[in-house]
């Protein structure tokens, strides 16, 4: 498996939503959905990930605003900016709410595919929200907010947080009493495997062994092979 963009730990930072191939409101904070119905993004719905992320292809209506407090990562974005927000939106949210950015990294989300899109991440304490462009994208290509990451393994930066109901310290085990209807999958990336344990609103906890996740997200989940 290769890696374009900074990896995060484990598997890599772009196995999130476009991860390797995949890494903030007073904001409304969503409302864990333990046995819910609600609807997981569609790329999160496969065992197997997918070659690389699709990007949303429409943009909210609205521009984000800052808000007071803290950016509460949610199942389908952060805050006001939904995933599919334009990358000058939703990083002008996080610079007023959370300041600059402790490191950024551009480039191609799979240098093994040809068609790969180009990729942006920006990194706030142990967490990075990514974005990327559409397939054959450059560095100038408009980009869109398409996954978010939390390295559970690093401090919390003290203006993002996750949404209520959401542990940053728990196991699969624990994972699985609080969200009944959530699953647990072994995702095999050549010699090795990752465990992802999907919520039914969309979070998800990934680990590199059964017991313990390491980071958990939002997004569309994908690998670079």
């Excluded at 730990?9 to 409304?28: E, K």
């Excluded at 389908?76 to 709410?97: C, H, M, W, Y």
């Excluded at 624990?174 to 959530?182: E, S, V």
Aim: proline fraction near 11%; aromatic fraction near 6%; charge should be neutral.
């Amino acid at each position: 498996m290769a890696i374009s963009l900074r990896a995060l730990g484990g598997v890599c930072a772009l196995l999130l939503v476009t991860a390797c191939g995949t890494t903030p409101p007073p904001a409304s904070t969503a409302t864990p959905p333990g046995n819910s119905p609600s609807t997981s993004p569609s790329a999160t719905g496969s065992p197997s990930p997918s070659t690389s992320g699709s990007v949303p292809s429409s943009s909210p209506s609205a521009t984000p605003t800052p808000t007071a407090n803290a950016i509460v990562l949610q199942p389908k974005g952060i805050s006001n900016a939904p995933f599919g927000t334009a990358e000058r939106d939703v990083a002008a949210l996080l610079s007023d709410t959370a300041g600059k950015p402790d490191e950024s990294y551009s480039g191609p989300v799979c240098e093994l595919d040809d068609a790969t899109p180009y990729g942006r991440q920006l990194l706030y304490g142990g967490v990075a929200f990514l974005f990327q462009s559409k397939a054959n994208g450059n560095a100038k290509s408009p980009r869109r907010f398409t996954s978010w990451v939390l390295n559970l393994d690093q401090p919390q930066h003290p203006s993002i947080k996750l949404a209520d109901g959401y542990p940053a310290d728990t196991t699969f085990a624990k994972l699985k009493r609080t969200f009944p209807a959530g699953k647990l999958t072994k995702i095999a990336l050549g010699e090795s495997a990752v465990y992802v344990f999907r919520t039914p609103a969309g979070i998800w906890y990934r680990g590199d062994d059964i017991k313990t996740p390491t980071d958990v997200g939002a997004g569309v989940m994908g690998t670079c092979e």
